[in-house]
């Protein structure tokens, strides 16, 4: 930046603009030769490279960079259902909450029935955990 707060532009160099236009052909993007005029243009102003280039911009929305991310997202898509289903075949552990709390005691999710007139939740607790170790409707599971 100079004194007077004008920023130097960069040198005429063709060079980066041949490695864009390079570029873009592999992705299989064709610039007309007006397009090319303006990323020569845009380049001697300093907009074409660096994060925010507009070589960034044109090279992410190409037809091979479109495909990527719809493969990386298919790709995740199915990792999660696998990982999905991989946890919904795993066996009920012993931390499954098999009961719900209530005002006055707690449900068990295993019979069906509603036990109340506890007056302390963790007694209800306690109690619910001691129940689902013998209830009728799960001893199977725990």
Do not use: N
């Amino acid at each position: 930046m100079t004194a007077s707060g004008l920023h130097h532009l960069p040198t005429d160099d063709p060079a980066p603009v041949r490695m864009v236009l390079e570029t873009l052909a592999r992705l299989g993007v064709t610039p007309t030769e007006g397009q090319k005029r303006t990323l020569a243009v845009a380049h001697s102003y300093g907009w074409l490279l660096g994060e925010d280039g507009i070589a960034k911009i044109l090279a992410d929305g190409s037809p091979a960079a479109r495909a990527a991310r719809s493969r990386r997202r298919l790709r995740e898509a199915g990792l999660a259902e696998a990982e999905r289903r991989h946890h919904a075949s795993l066996p009920r552990s012993q931390d499954t909450r098999l009961w719900s709390p209530t005002e006055d005691g707690f449900t068990c999710h295993l019979c069906d029935l509603d036990f109340g007139r506890y007056v302390d939740p963790a007694q209800a607790a306690s109690a619910a955990v001691d129940h689902t170790k013998t209830c009728e409707g799960g001893a199977s599971d725990v």
